[in-house]
């Protein structure tokens, strides 16, 4: 039993940390998407490192709290982290299901700031690209 405690405590500090981290990692996405704006590559250098750091960690993170479900003997899911929830006392389910409510929401956040500094590379790249491929630099520069 106090194994099975044990598992549940390091699994919701590791939800309130990694609430922490994605708080972080919107941050740190939010500055790529301004450095990528003002094409500052010292800056995008910098910051992709310390994404992939952040990337790593919540990786890291996610594989301990599948592992610690898998051991509680639950889906390594949602599901399985709201079947745990929902054993728990009530002041503790309901104060860790808003934790676990608001991680789902930022990493949702995390994945639709994502897509939009993805949408804007492409666009970058397209554009380069079509200024490159143009049939001399000249017809780029003094076109009509």
């Known amino acids: 039993m106090a194994i ?19 708080q972080q990692l919107i941050a740190l996405l939010e500055q790529q998407h301004s450095a990528m704006i003002s094409c500052n590559s010292p800056q ?7 994404l992939l750091a952040c990337y790593q960690q919540l990786r890291e993170s996610a594989q301990r709290r599948v592992n610690s479900l ?9 599901e399985g982290m709201r079947q745990l929830l929902s054993t728990l ?17 930022q990493t949702e956040r995390c994945q639709q700031i994502n897509s ?29």
């Open 89 to 105: 006392p009530s002041g503790l389910s309901e104060r860790a299901a808003g934790w676990w409510q608001r991680l789902e929401q």
């Open 44 to 50: 995008l250098t910098d910051l992709n490192q310390q």
């Open 116 to 144: 939009r500094n993805g949408r804007l590379l492409h666009a970058q790249q397209e554009t380069f690209a079509a200024l490159i491929n143009s049939s001399s630099a000249g017809d780029f520069l003094y076109a009509e």
């Open 4 to 22: 099975k405690t044990e598992h549940i405590k390091a699994l919701l500090r590791e939800v309130q940390q990694d609430n922490q981290h994605y």
């Open 70 to 78: 898998k051991i509680l003997g639950l889906p390594a899911n949602s």
